[in-house]
Nanobody, 129 residues
Framework: QELLVESGGGLVQAGGSLRLSCTAS????????IGWFRQAPGKKSEGVSC????????YDADSGKGRFNVSRDNAKNTVYLQMNSLKPEDPAVYYC??????????????????????WGQGTQVTVSS
């Protein structure tokens, strides 16, 4: 069974940091680009950071630029999202999903939740002011 599992969410004060992990089982992540996206209640899905299959290219949406950093360790079959300087507008359920294509296109697909591969169940991020 192919699974993606996100972890690392939680409650953090504004200005704090969290590192989310997305770990695959049952398949190799290095065949796929990865998109991190988020969805808050009543808001549209938003692709925040996306990375190519080998990790050589990344794309960050304006909302996370300079604060979020996506990376991957294919040997561990895991992709990470380091989130720094968290803001009150960042709380959401954060998901990872696999897709094909360049990172900018993956994040655009995440905006409409049309990524073609496997999806995780999400991890909640809450920011207190």
């Amino acid at each position: 069974q192919e699974l993606l599992v996100e972890s690392g969410g939680g409650l953090v004060q504004a200005g704090g940091s969290l590192r989310l992990s997305c770990t695959a089982s049952g398949f190799k992540l290095d065949d796929w680009a990865i998109g991190w996206f988020r969805q808050a209640p009543g808001k549209k899905s938003e692709g925040v950071s996306c990375i190519s299959d080998r990790g050589g290219r990344t794309y960050d949406a304006d909302s996370g630029k300079g604060r979020f950093n996506v990376s991957r360790d294919n040997a561990k079959n895991t992709v990470y999202l380091q989130m720094n300087s968290l803001k009150p507008e960042d709380p959401a359920v954060y998901y990872c999903a696999t897709d094909v294509g360049v990172p900018a296109d993956v994040c655009r697909a995440a905006n409409t939740r049309t990524l073609v591969g496997s999806w995780g169940q999400g991890t909640q991020v809450t920011v207190s002011s």
